[in-house]
């Protein structure tokens, strides 16, 4: 089951942010964990999208759990991503279970 996500731009050893915000800078790599619990096999994916819809970044991963896990999804761009208003929404099997936004500036 989808516990929670939380945006930052660090996490530490266990894909739990280490400074949560929502905003960013364009150089910024930007995380999102996200917190589930639960057991057996199942697929939690991220899809991150600019302000006018165009998706920016998908990913997903197979979660083999026996109880409680944090997952790290992450974006960058060394180039720098577009100013503006982005966000991610999280899936579980398929079914959103959660969408953030943030901004870059």
């Given at each position: 089951t989808f516990g929670s996500?939380?945006?930052?731009?660090?996490v530490d050893?266990s894909?739990k942010?280490l400074?949560?915000?929502?905003?960013?800078?364009?150089?910024d790599t930007?995380?999102?964990?996200v917190?589930?619990?639960?057991?057996?096999?199942?697929t939690?994916a991220a899809?991150?999208?600019?302000?006018?819809g165009?998706t920016?970044?998908?990913d997903?991963?197979?979660?083999?759990?026996?109880?409680?896990e944090?997952?790290?999804f992450?974006?960058?761009k060394p180039?720098?991503?577009p100013?503006?208003?982005?966000?991610v929404?999280?899936?579980?099997?398929?079914?959103q279970?959660?969408s953030?936004?943030?901004?870059?500036k």
């Amino acid at each position: 089951t989808f516990g929670s996500v939380e945006l930052g731009s660090t996490v530490d050893a266990s894909n739990k942010i280490l400074a949560s915000g929502n905003s960013f800078a364009p150089t910024d790599t930007i995380y999102a964990s996200v917190d589930t619990s639960g057991s057996g096999a199942a697929t939690l994916a991220a899809k991150w999208s600019y302000q006018d819809g165009q998706t920016v970044h998908e990913d997903s991963k197979t979660l083999h759990s026996s109880g409680p896990e944090t997952t790290a999804f992450m974006i960058s761009k060394p180039s720098g991503f577009p100013a503006g208003n982005y966000k991610v929404d999280i899936s579980l099997n398929g079914s959103q279970v959660a969408s953030k936004d943030f901004s870059i500036k």
